[in-house]
């Protein structure tokens, strides 16, 4: 992150920067010394850590009208004779277990009257951590929300799961024989454990007349609701597991056919809309996406969970 200034914050009022999930704005009045505002404090805070990191902004304040509430309004810097950096880690510290790697930056916004912001840089964390009340709590776009149980165990097991960052790309061509393409998964391991056991499974229409004949026996032919399509598994070959944190490796499969592609205006006509792809490593929850197939054959797509609704 760049450095903090009193110029960088007039310019997220000036530019209107909303709070989001990794962004929150607090007025001077949130470090209040009294019981409510501390809980308040490690409320925030934990819930930034449990959910994907961010920046909480103390010495901003939003809008009184509901309509605006969540855009920033103006510097309401804090007396740092009152509210001290210290102070402010002392109660970040009351969270359990204890948060590392949050950073607390005073910005001097009247160096004579003694008025700072402090920007609090909170890194998601690899284990959940609870507030001063006892509670665990998530980033819900503008809003800190108690979290469920499935969610705590979901984050609690961050350290013990693999994470996988995965993108696809068909790659068709044709030689002087027959047409044939490339079928590539990328997966990158973006985690702090070793991803051991890798599978992908691609469900793919059949985007040309004819049949289309992927190489090897485990290819199932059948239909869905948008048409014919086939099913087939890509594993990583001989030496390519485990996937190492800070690496990646890249799964690939042939596929021939001898059809012709079907044009109209220039056009090509596909059978079915959509590549459905799910990658497993582990215990990891599973990455499943189902794609439109015009971008998978023109280059790299991330496969990304849906969101929820």
Same mark, same amino acid.
């Given at each position: 992150?760049?450095?903090?200034?009193?110029?960088?914050?007039?310019?997220?009022?000036?530019?209107?920067?909303? *709070?989001?999930?990794?962004?929150?704005?607090?007025?001077?009045?949130?470090?209040?010394?009294?019981?409510?505002?501390?809980?308040?404090?490690?409320?925030?805070?934990?819930?930034?850590?449990?959910?994907?990191?961010?920046?909480?902004?103390?010495?901003?304040?939003?809008? #009184?009208?509901?309509?605006?509430?969540?855009?920033?309004?103006?510097?309401?810097?804090?007396? &740092?004779?009152?509210?001290?950096?210290?102070?402010? *880690?002392?109660?970040?510290?009351?969270?359990?277990? &204890?948060?590392?790697?949050?950073?607390?930056?005073?910005?001097?916004?009247?160096?004579?009257?003694?008025?700072?912001?402090?920007?609090?840089?909170?890194?998601?964390?690899?284990?959940? !951590?609870?507030?001063?009340?006892?509670?665990?709590?998530?980033?819900?776009?503008?809003?800190?929300?108690?979290?469920?149980?499935?969610?705590?165990?979901?984050?609690?097991?961050?350290?013990? !799961?693999?994470?996988?960052?995965?993108?696809?790309?068909? #790659?068709?061509?044709?030689?002087?024989?027959?047409?044939?393409?490339?079928?590539?998964?990328?997966?990158? #391991?973006?985690?702090?454990?070793?991803?051991?056991?890798?599978?992908?499974?691609?469900?793919?229409?059949?985007?040309?007349?004819?049949?289309?004949?992927?190489?090897?026996?485990?290819?199932?032919?059948?239909?869905?609701?948008?048409?014919?399509?086939?099913?087939? &598994?890509?594993?990583?070959?001989?030496?390519?597991?485990?996937?190492?944190?800070?690496?990646?490796?890249?799964?690939?499969?042939?596929?021939?056919?001898?059809?012709?592609?079907?044009?109209?205006?220039?056009?090509?006509?596909?059978?079915?809309?959509?590549?459905?792809?799910?990658?497993?490593?582990?215990?990891?929850?599973?990455?499943?996406?189902?794609?439109?197939?015009?971008?998978?054959?023109?280059?790299?797509?991330?496969?990304?969970?849906?969101?929820?609704?």
């Amino acid at each position: 992150m760049s450095e903090w200034t009193k110029e960088k914050l007039e310019q997220l009022i000036a530019d209107r920067v909303e *709070e989001s999930l990794n962004l929150d704005y607090k007025r001077a009045d949130a470090l209040v010394k009294t019981e409510a505002k501390k809980a308040e404090v490690t409320k925030d805070v934990s819930a930034f850590a449990n959910s994907a990191g961010g920046v909480l902004i103390y010495g901003i304040a939003e809008p #009184n009208d509901r309509a605006k509430r969540h855009l920033p309004e103006r510097l309401d810097p804090v007396r &740092r004779a009152d509210v001290s950096k210290e102070w402010l *880690e002392q109660v970040i510290q009351t969270i359990q277990p &204890r948060i590392e790697g949050v950073v607390i930056h005073p910005v001097t916004i009247d160096e004579q009257a003694g008025l700072v912001c402090y920007v609090v840089e909170v890194p998601q964390s690899h284990t959940a !951590h609870q507030a001063r009340d006892h509670v665990y709590y998530k980033r819900h776009n503008f809003n800190s929300l108690p979290m469920e149980d499935y969610e705590v165990r979901d984050v609690m097991n961050r350290r013990a !799961h693999p994470k996988l960052l995965a993108s696809i790309f068909i #790659n068709k061509r044709t030689s002087r024989h027959k047409p044939e393409g490339l079928i590539l998964v990328k997966l990158e #391991n973006v985690g702090r454990v070793l991803a051991r056991h890798i599978m992908a499974e691609l469900e793919l229409p059949l985007d040309m007349d004819g049949e289309i004949s992927p190489d090897g026996d485990d290819v199932l032919m059948d239909k869905n609701e948008e048409g014919d399509c086939f099913m087939l &598994r890509l594993v990583p070959g001989l030496g390519q597991a485990p996937i190492f944190p800070g690496s990646h490796l890249t799964l690939r499969r042939k596929i021939y056919t001898d059809a012709r592609s079907q044009h109209v205006d220039g056009t090509p006509i596909v059978s079915a809309r959509h590549v459905k792809v799910s990658v497993y490593a582990d215990e990891m929850t599973p990455l499943r996406a189902s794609l439109d197939v015009r971008p998978v054959i023109t280059g790299w797509t991330p496969i990304e969970q849906p969101p929820s609704s």
